[in-house]
């Protein structure tokens, strides 16, 4: 009896020790300095984050938090309404993202690790080009519009060659999404001739997986990727509610929602090698929280201290989260497990 009871306290603790781990998430939040807002898109694996900024001149800028604190802002050449920094930064620190010039039109940019900015456009974009991810190697994903207002993928090789292509069936548009994987693998969303939204996923060599999440009546939304290829994501029900999925390699896809989502649940561009994922869910009103969801399912919920409005945007592998929140204004935010 003894031996049970002293087994039991144990226990006990040991659960009580579990659930304190998983409550001991510390947060970090910062602010681009003289900022009206800040608002992180990405963190690497050595937390280096990226992100956008608005400014005193009512414009975005912008920039990156090294994992001291040190900020540096910047600007591609030729960015008079904007520097949008997309969903990727390598592990050396190589962004990528888009600016729009006088005339509100897109260009694509890279930037290196020492601040060296290259603009881009791919061949046939006459209505702007859209940068929205990158891999170690450097190779870059993203959308073109071309003089019909039509919207193509595109992969943009490190010496800068560029391939255009579309998925099967997008008649009206080929949108990658949720950045590109080591070897080249692109996820992304399609538009058929009724205007509703498929996914896809491009093989390195140019092949095409399309899919649909059941119950998808309203379209489905890849968001992020991870390295062996696992894709998340949101589509959208008959009552146009939005839920989150999960698929898998060979083709599975689990559909979840975070707890006391009513509106919706959205997982952001990040999921990390072992496959969790992070996200927001809106409860209602102006009310949205951060997520984390666990290979094995499992959601915990969670705000920044102080904040009314929480938006995580990515995570790393190490489960780091980056995100904005609103508490007094629009502030940045650093997750740390």
């Known amino acids: 009896m003894k031996t049970k009871i002293l087994r039991s306290i144990f226990i006990s603790f040991g659960v009580l020790f579990a659930l304190a781990q998983l409550q001991a998430a510390s947060f970090i939040t910062f602010d681009v300095p003289s900022a009206f807002g800040t608002i992180p898109i990405f963190i690497n694996p050595m937390g280096t984050i990226t992100g956008d900024y608005l400014g005193a001149d009512f414009t975005f800028h912008g920039f990156v938090r090294t994992p001291n604190g040190t900020i540096t802002t910047f600007d591609a050449p030729g960015a008079v309404n904007g520097t949008f920094p997309s969903e990727g930064i390598t592990p050396n620190g ?8 006088a005339d509100f039109t897109f260009h694509g940019f890279v930037r290196s690790p020492a601040g060296a900015i290259t603009t881009f456009d791919v061949p046939g974009a006459v209505n702007g080009t859209t940068s929205s991810g990158i891999n170690p190697e450097g190779t870059i994903t993203g959308s073109s519009t071309d003089a019909n207002f039509l919207t193509h993928g595109f992969v943009r090789a490190p010496d800068g060659a560029f391939t255009t292509f579309d998925a ?18 692109i996820p992304g969303s399609y538009t058929d001739a009724n205007f509703l939204a498929h996914g896809f996923v491009r093989a390195p060599d140019g092949a095409f997986v399309t899919f649909d999440v059941p119950g998808a009546i309203n379209g489905i939304f890849p968001t992020g990727i991870n390295p062996e290829g696992t894709i998340t994501g949101s589509y959208t029900d008959a009552s146009f509610i939005s839920h989150g999925f999960v698929r898998a390699p060979d083709g599975t896809i689990t559909t ?77 935010f650093v997750r740390i497990p």
């Open 94 to 101: 190589t962004i990528t993202g888009s600016y729009a010039d």
């Open 168 to 185: 099967p069936g997008a008649v009206n548009g080929t949108f990658p999404s949720g950045g590109i994987t080591p070897n080249g693998t």
């Open 256 to 332: 979840f929602d975070a707890p006391g989502a009513v509106n919706g649940t959205f997982p952001s561009n990040g999921i990390t090698p072992n496959g969790t994922i992070t996200g927001t869910q809106d409860i209602g009103g102006f009310g949205e929280h951060g997520f984390v969801r666990a290979r094995n399912g499992t959601i915990t919920t969670f705000d920044v201290p102080g904040a009314v409005f929480t938006r995580p945007n990515g995570i790393n592998a190490n489960g780091t989260i980056t995100g904005f929140y609103i508490g007094a204004g629009a502030h940045g």
